[in-house]
């Protein structure tokens, strides 16, 4: 697909117009802070991928249980990118926050950084996105009481995109891929 072709399917998209009550991104923003010890490095001496989706799967599951008011479960994971290591003794930043909100599910992206202590600079080292599913006490799926406030460009952009990576989780659930 085209830069062009994705301009012209998020403009076909468009933003919500939800009739439910809505709450802010920042609402429901959920940020972590870890320390890199012992127990969380691989054999090769970097932190163990494993531990780091631990703690993105953690901070997406908070963002959404508070959009959501209650209980969630994670549906699905994708594009879950591992762009830079993080060593021994480093500070590493787990940032989630809400996309997307269907009418049972919604979508989490969450952006982990290393900080440098001493600057305060911040180096991406992983972007995932989460589908979780508001469930009720017998754990199935159950409405969300709240839409979402898309307050700046970023975040409507966010949206459109979101409603594509639906359409394609759709697909390939469809095809078994
Ligand atoms: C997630 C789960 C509750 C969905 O139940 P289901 O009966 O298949 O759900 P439905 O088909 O009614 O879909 C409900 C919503 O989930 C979304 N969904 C379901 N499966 C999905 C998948 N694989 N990927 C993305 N979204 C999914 C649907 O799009 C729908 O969203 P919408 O209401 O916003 O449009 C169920 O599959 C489950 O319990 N899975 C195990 C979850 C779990 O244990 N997670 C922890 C992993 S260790």
């Given at each position: 697909m085209t830069d062009k072709d994705l301009d012209q399917l998020k403009r076909s998209i468009g933003t919500p117009s939800?009739?439910?009550?809505?709450?802010?991104?920042?609402?429901?923003?959920?940020?972590?802070?870890?320390?890199?010890?012992?127990?969380?490095?691989?054999?090769?001496?970097?932190?163990?991928?494993?531990?780091?989706?631990?703690?993105?799967?953690?901070?997406?599951?908070i963002a959404s249980r508070r959009h959501c008011g209650g209980s969630v479960t994670t549906a699905c994971v994708d594009s879950l990118v591992f762009q830079n290591p993080a060593y021994l003794n480093e500070v590493v930043i787990v940032d989630a926050y809400v996309t997307y909100v269907g009418r049972t599910s919604l979508e989490v992206r969450v952006d982990s950084y290393v900080e440098d202590i001493q600057t305060g600079e911040r180096k991406q080292i992983n972007v995932a996105y989460l589908t979780e599913v508001h469930v009720d006490a017998d754990e199935r799926p159950t409405p969300i009481r709240y839409g979402l406030e898309l307050a700046t460009d970023e975040q409507k952009n966010e949206w459109s995109l979101a409603q594509i990576r639906k359409m394609i989780r759709r697909e390939r659930q469809e095809q078994g891929i």
């Open positions: 939800d009739t439910r009550p809505l709450k802010t991104v920042d609402q429901s923003r959920t940020e972590t802070t870890h320390t890199v010890v012992h127990g969380d490095m691989n054999g090769e001496n970097r932190l163990f991928g494993g531990r780091l989706m631990e703690w993105i799967d953690e901070a997406a599951g």
